[in-house]
């Protein structure tokens, strides 16, 4: 097939990734295209990709979530336009089929008549989006289908779009595997340093459990970093930086847990996983999709979220086996992730092959929420 992938443009489809969504972005690509898919793919200047890129942000273009109203609203534009030029291209382009990797509401009205997948990485509360699912007289393209990364995620958007289909996020479990040699006597915590993801939380759960923590991430949120993190750093909490998919599946596996701590409807929580893959156990706050991702086997979920309920998660998921928070992992493939979104590329195409959609959970669920999480 010839796909284009439409992604958000606000950083570069690179290492070291902003966040998840960059790196869903980078790993589905790379595996369509090796699975012979001619991909092109409309990001910033910058990324890094086996696709074909086509370039519409310039490198030095800068998003700040912090900045000014006026300056917010000339980078939505900015953006905005970008979106725009990236529709005109594909409507031209030939593609059999859209991937829409994006946080614009522009492919929902503006490719309505092409064949798109959009994959909902955020629950409901991008404005413009929601504005354009919610107004009167909409509806979807007749050859648009929904997808996102959890039933927690689908259920939010279930008043909004009839029909949103879960197709789990997934990593490389090869990369991201258990090092049995390292040593394991601190907690750890990756993600986007951002108020949302709660890491002042975590470091104050883990300081109430008596373990040493160390942290890896951007630092998204300058003022909440500063004000909130700087001053919780010392001798027992310490921040390593924003680490590389090199770098990383050792720095998660060198851990004695995991400690997730969203303060938001967390649609996925793909550093859960990777540390899972890892071998590590994980603590976590009872938000968004924790619940499904982490079975009682794979580590412990906080009764609140508070401090001292993620204190007492961190003590009871430390005795968990790693064998078994491995086994639990085994469930979240990058392969079996780029299975369940080729299965909808092609019904939305016309080219399903009936000994390729023998899936159990398809038939299973018939209409309405559909899981196709991998195995």
Same mark, same amino acid.
């Given at each position: 097939?010839? @796909? ?145 990364v959890s039933r927690a995620n689908a259920a939010s ?77 010392? #001798? ?28 938001? #409807? ?27 991702? @982490? ?6 979920? #906080? ?40 299965? @909808? ?31």
């Amino acid at each position: 097939m010839r @796909i284009a992938v439409l992604c958000h443009m606000h950083h570069p489809i690179a290492q070291p990734f902003e966040g998840g969504t960059e790196a869903h972005t980078a790993t589905m690509t790379d595996i369509l295209v090796a699975r012979g898919h001619d991909v092109t793919l409309f990001a910033k200047e910058g990324s890094g990709t086996d696709a074909r890129l086509h370039a519409l942000v310039p490198a030095e273009f800068e998003f700040i979530r912090t900045a000014s109203p006026l300056v917010r609203e000339q980078q939505r534009g900015f953006l905005a336009e970008a979106a725009h030029h990236s529709i005109q291209l594909i409507e031209g382009g030939g593609y059999d089929v859209v991937i829409n990797n994006s946080l614009s509401s522009l492919p929902y009205r503006g490719l309505r008549d092409t064949a798109m997948l959009t994959i909902l990485h955020t629950p409901p509360t991008l404005a413009d989006v929601t504005a354009v699912v919610s107004s009167a007289g909409w509806t979807p393209g007749e050859r648009h289908a929904y997808a996102t990364v959890s039933r927690a995620n689908a259920a939010s958007w279930r008043h909004l779009l009839p029909s949103v289909e879960v197709v789990s996020n997934g990593v490389d479990l090869h990369r991201w595997r258990p090092r049995t040699h390292l040593r394991r006597r601190h907690a750890l915590w990756a993600a986007r340093i951002t108020p949302e993801k709660g890491l002042h939380l975590a470091i104050d759960a883990a300081r109430a459990a008596g373990i040493a923590l160390e942290i890896s991430g951007p630092i998204a949120h300058r003022a909440y970093f500063d004000e909130q993190i700087v001053p919780r750093l010392g #001798a027992d909490v310490r921040y390593r930086g924003h680490l590389d998919h090199d770098q990383l599946p050792r720095f998660l596996a060198r851990g004695a847990v995991f400690i997730a701590s969203p303060l938001w #409807a967390e649609p996925f929580g793909l550093s859960v996983v990777e540390a899972m893959a890892c071998g590590t156990p994980v603590a976590a706050l009872p938000a968004g999709a924790m619940p499904e991702l @982490i079975a009682p086997a794979a580590g412990a979920l #906080a009764a609140d979220d508070s401090v001292d309920a993620l204190a007492q998660a961190i003590r009871e998921a430390l005795g968990r086996s790693r064998a078994a928070v491995r086994s639990a992992a085994a469930a979240y493939s990058d392969q079996g992730m780029v299975d369940g979104y080729e299965r @909808i590329l092609r019904r939305l195409t016309g080219t399903d092959d009936p000994d390729r959609l023998a899936d159990p959970a398809a038939a299973a669920h018939g209409s309405g929420d559909l899981d196709l999480q991998a195995s």
